[in-house]
């Protein structure tokens, strides 16, 4: 029997699956996915090495962990074909914003069935995800961690209260789009000063990684950290006054207010 299962092949789901192969938790032969594309799936049985289907029903037979890596919009159906098939002892994995511990238990009409609904984000494909964690009552302490250690495969994890899922989805969930852009206006700019575009990017992109690795290993304020670069009428106050002036605290925080009303709604 396998290990772990996967229903939907997805960038998601293969970054997932990537990232606790590598880590070592499960090896490839460990693993069974299953997806509606058999040319997605060639490729992932191709690049992985783990077994594939188009059978829900086989992933959930020889899974002991399923995770459910399909869009929001395919729940119903897909819980709806393969909840006569769960067992009791088996933890099923969630990834879908919008979608309450509540309204997936009904689906699956099991009151006893283990469910832990999570939130990754796409880092996970290079080891350096987060994954918000909130298990419903009939995961024990023990399934719990056992479940973190699978996600701290592809990054690092956080139980929360499930109030605070939305709000996970625009600050981690989407929020690598965001950083994207920012990367993206960087480098452009540094085109326009005359840098060559592919060393551009790599000066942007491992700023932006260096000054996240400084705010999560000084502990300091990220004001504090602001304050550290600004020197008296210096290039980089000029900067920020510009950011300021351009409005780029506003529009982050619209953003993110209007990715977690959409994630609610979903």
Do not use: W
């Not at 690049?47 to 929001?72: C, H, M, Q, W």
């Not at 699978?150 to 939305?166: K, S």
């Amino acid at each position: 029997m396998k290990k772990l299962g996967f229903i939907g092949s997805g960038n998601m789901a293969t970054a997932m699956m990537s990232g606790i192969i590598h880590s070592g938790i499960f090896d490839s032969t460990q693993i069974i996915m299953s997806d509606v594309s058999q040319a997605q799936l060639d490729r992932v049985n191709r690049e992985y090495g783990v077994s594939v289907t188009a059978d829900n029903i086989e992933v959930v037979r020889n899974s002991e962990v399923l995770i459910l890596a399909v869009k929001p919009q395919y729940y119903s159906d897909v819980i709806a074909e393969i909840r006569e098939f769960i067992s009791e002892n088996q933890i099923i994995i969630t990834i879908a914003p919008g979608q309450t511990l509540k309204s997936l238990a009904e689906r699956f009409g099991g009151d006893k069935t283990k469910i832990i609904r999570t939130m990754p984000n796409t880092p996970a494909m290079v080891g350096a995800g987060i994954t918000a964690v909130t298990p419903n009552e009939n995961v024990t302490s023990d399934e719990l961690e056992y479940a973190c250690k699978i996600l701290n495969g592809f990054g690092i994890t956080e139980v929360i209260g499930e109030n605070l899922m939305d709000a996970v989805v625009s600050v981690s969930g989407s929020s690598p789009a965001y950083v994207f852009m920012f990367i993206e206006a960087m480098a452009d700019a540094a085109v326009a000063d005359g840098m060559p575009r592919a060393q551009a990017y790599k000066f942007a992109a491992q700023a932006v990684m260096g000054s996240a690795k400084m705010v999560m290993e000084t502990g300091k304020h990220p004001a504090e950290l602001k304050d550290m670069v600004c020197s008296p009428a210096g290039t980089t106050i000029e900067a920020v006054r510009v950011l300021e002036e351009k409005g780029m605290r506003s529009a982050v925080f619209e953003a993110m207010r209007a990715c977690t009303r959409k994630a609610k709604g979903m």
